[in-house]
C-alpha cells in the first residue's frame, strides 16, 4: 500500500507514531549469531549489520531480494548567488548522464545488484532563493514529500536516497544549522570544491537565509519548506515512508542525510531504521553523524553525493547478511561451543 501524506498535519502525524523494529526477529537474529561457528563478536559490526537489518525486516535470516536507490533531482534559486562551481542547467544534464547509464551511481549501483530510480522534480521551475523567501509553499513542498513517500514501492528490503542538484550543499548547511545550532562557519563546506569569493557567497548566504527564517521554523515540515528544496524534501519523506513500511534505510553522504536533520532535531526516534552507509570529505558531515549519533560504515574521503558512498557500503551490508545466513552453526558444523 503506497503511503502518502495530505497534509503538513498529516506529515507531523505520521512522525508521532513511528513504528517499532520487530523484537521478535531481532531476538531470533541475535540467538543465531550467538550459534554461528565464530568467537563472540569476532565479526564485529558485521555482526550488528545482520541484527539490525534482521529487526526491520522481521526475519531471523534477512536478505536484499530487491534494493533500491532513488535520486530525487531538484534546482535552487538561491544558486543564483554564485554559491556553487557549476550552473543549475548541469541538475537536468546529470539527471539525462542517469537516465543514460553514465554516472558513477549507475555503476555503483549495478555493482552492489540494486536497481535505480531517479526522479526529476520540476527541474525547470527552481525552489525561491532562501534568502529572500521560503524556498517552496506547502504545496509544493507537500508535492515533494509525496514523490520521496512514492518512491518506497511493496517488497523493498533496502532502500538508499540520494540527490542531485546544483547548489544544494547550501541550504543543506542551513538546515543542519537550523536543526542543531550554529552558523554558517559550523555548517558549510567546500561542496563542489568552491573556495574564495564563491565560498565567501555560500556563507554569507546561509547565514542571511537562518537570520530569515529561523524564527518560523518551529517544526521540521515548516525547516524543510522554508530552507530546503524539492529533492532534500522528498529525501525526507521517502525516509519516514520507509519507517511506516519498515523498510530500512541505508543514508549517503551531508546534503542527503541533512535532509533529515529537521526530522531527527524534533523526533530522534526517526533514526532508528538508518545506517549511515558512509562519512563524506564535506566537513560538516562527520559533524552532522556525531550530533545524529550515526557511525558510519565507510569512510573512503568521497563526495560526489548521487548515492554513491551509501551504494559502496551497501556491499558492506550484503556481506553481513551472508555470513549470517551462510555460516553454520556450532551443532551443524560439529564443531565446538565454548
Not at 51 to 78: K, L
Not at 114 to 126: A, G, N
Not at 301 to 319: I, K, N, W
Request: aromatic share 4%; net charge negative.
Amino acid at each position: 500500500m503506497s503511503i502518502a501524506f495530505a497534509t503538513s498535519a498529516a506529515f507531523l502525524d505520521a512522525l508521532d507514531r513511528l513504528p517499532s523494529a520487530d523484537t521478535a526477529a531481532r531476538d531470533a537474529a541475535l540467538a543465531r549469531q550467538a550459534q554461528l561457528t565464530k568467537p563472540a563478536g569476532s565479526l564485529g559490526r558485521l555482526e550488528e549489520i545482520a541484527v539490525f537489518v534482521a529487526a526491520w525486516q522481521g526475519r531471523e535470516r534477512p536478505r536484499i531480494d530487491r534494493g533500491r536507490i532513488a535520486v530525487f533531482a531538484g534546482n535552487h534559486g538561491v544558486a543564483a548567488r554564485g554559491v556553487s562551481a557549476f550552473p543549475p542547467a548541469v541538475t537536468a544534464q546529470m539527471v539525462a548522464n542517469f537516465d543514460a547509464g553514465g554516472a558513477a551511481i549507475n555503476a555503483l549501483a549495478r555493482a552492489a545488484g540494486l536497481e535505480l530510480t531517479v526522479v526529476p522534480l520540476d527541474l525547470d521551475r527552481p525552489t525561491r532563493d532562501i534568502v529572500d523567501a521560503p524556498a517552496l509553499n506547502e504545496a509544493e513542498a507537500l508535492a515533494a514529500l509525496n514523490a520521496g513517500a512514492a518512491a518506497i514501492i511493496p517488497g523493498l528490503d533496502l532502500f538508499i536516497p540520494g540527490e542531485m542538484g546544483i547548489a544544494n550543499s547550501t541550504p543543506a548547511a542551513a538546515l543542519c544549522a537550523a536543526a542543531f545550532g550554529g552558523d554558517a562557519r559550523d555548517w558549510v563546506g567546500p561542496g563542489t570544491g568552491v573556495a574564495g569569493d564563491t565560498l565567501a557567497a555560500k556563507h554569507a548566504a546561509v547565514d542571511a537565509a537562518l537570520a530569515r527564517h529561523r524564527a518560523d521554523a518551529t517544526d521540521p515540515f515548516q525547516m524543510l519548506r522554508r530552507l530546503g528544496g524539492r529533492e532534500l524534501v522528498a529525501i525526507a519523506g521517502a525516509v519516514v515512508a520507509a519507517r511506516m513500511a519498515r523498510v530500512p534505510v541505508l543514508l549517503d553522504g551531508f546534503i542527503a542525510t541533512a535532509a533529515i536533520a529537521a526530522l531527527a532535531a524534533y523526533h530522534p526516534a526517526i533514526l532508528d531504521h538508518c545506517l549511515a552507509g558512509h562519512r563524506s570529505a564535506e566537513p560538516g558531515h562527520a559533524r552532522l553523524l556525531d550530533r545524529l549519533g550515526l557511525a558510519p560504515l565507510l569512510a573512503l574521503d568521497m563526495r560526489l553525493g548521487e548515492a554513491s558512498g551509501a551504494a559502496v557500503a551497501a556491499q558492506v551490508v550484503r556481506a553481513a547478511l551472508a555470513a549470517h545466513d551462510g555460516m553454520a552453526t556450532f551443532a551443524e558444523a560439529g564443531v565446538a561451543d565454548a
